[in-house]
């Protein structure tokens, strides 16, 4: 199993800050991936990096990889309040197709 | 840009009854899934395919099926709905890739979502 987790559960944060989430998982993986969904909605993916990737960047968006720890990060840079939403780091390894996904971390960025 | 689209938004059925949950996208993916999510468990993988007429179960199989007859097109199927299949039901897409150790998924496109209530 891949199951691992992303942490916090939830952070709260003020307009303008940078928020950090994190993403752990125990077995080896091919690719990781961070999505963002919004309440009630369906996830939209933001930055997909590789395991032989250690750092990628999209806008205000920065994702890195430490496979020695097996564990990921997304910076959210300069925070708005429409980047409120659950994020979620899904974790594609092995010899199947399809990505294993932690119960996600709420960002609430207050204006 | 890639769609992928989703038959409803939100449904309400009655226990017992046959439900139909369809998924649409027209990126030409091989790939093709669906996962529900609950408060508290996050995602969780039903069914995927990774071809016409081809399916692997999930984490989370019991109580569904699928069918893949077109490329574009994933059909979820509660045989006889119970009010613990109350959730949202989400599709996604996507291209396959085959590595050297085995296969992976690319990015996912996800549907919009559709809101289940089995009363």
């Known amino acids: 199993s891949q199951q691992g987790e992303e942490d916090p559960q939830a952070l709260s944060i003020q307009e303008g800050e940078n928020a950090t989430m994190n993403c752990s998982y125990k077995?080896?993986?091919?690719?990781l991936q961070w999505y963002r969904q919004n309440s009630g909605r369906g996830l939209v993916h933001l930055i997909l990096?590789?395991?032989?990737?250690r750092e990628k960047h999209s806008g205000r968006l920065r994702v890195t990889l430490d496979t020695s720890k097996k564990s990921s990060s997304l910076l959210i840079t300069a925070s708005r309040a429409a980047d409120t939403a659950s994020y979620f780091c899904g974790r594609s390894g092995g010899s199947n197709y399809k990505l294993t996904f932690g119960k996600g971390t709420l960002l609430t960025v207050n204006p | 840009d890639v769609k992928v689209t989703q038959s409803s938004r939100y449904l309400v059925k009655r226990t017992g009854e046959k439900v139909f949950l369809e998924c649409v996208q027209d990126?030409?993916?091989?790939?093709m899934f669906w996962y529900r999510q609950d408060p508290g468990l996050g995602l969780r993988l039903i069914y995927f395919?990774?071809?016409?007429?081809?399916?692997e179960k999930g984490d989370i199989p019991e109580g569904y099926s699928v069918s893949r007859e077109k490329k574009e097109r994933f059909s979820l199927i509660l045989e006889s709905a119970s009010t613990n299949q109350t959730s949202m039901y989400l599709c996604a897409s996507s291209f396959l890739f085959r590595l050297a150790g085995g296969r992976s998924t690319d990015t996912q496109y996800f549907g919009p979502g559709t809101r289940l209530t089995v009363l």
């Open positions: 395919s990774y071809d016409v007429k081809m399916k």
């Open positions: 990126m030409d993916h091989e790939n």
């Open positions: 990096i590789r395991s032989n990737e």
């Open positions: 077995t080896s993986i091919n690719n």
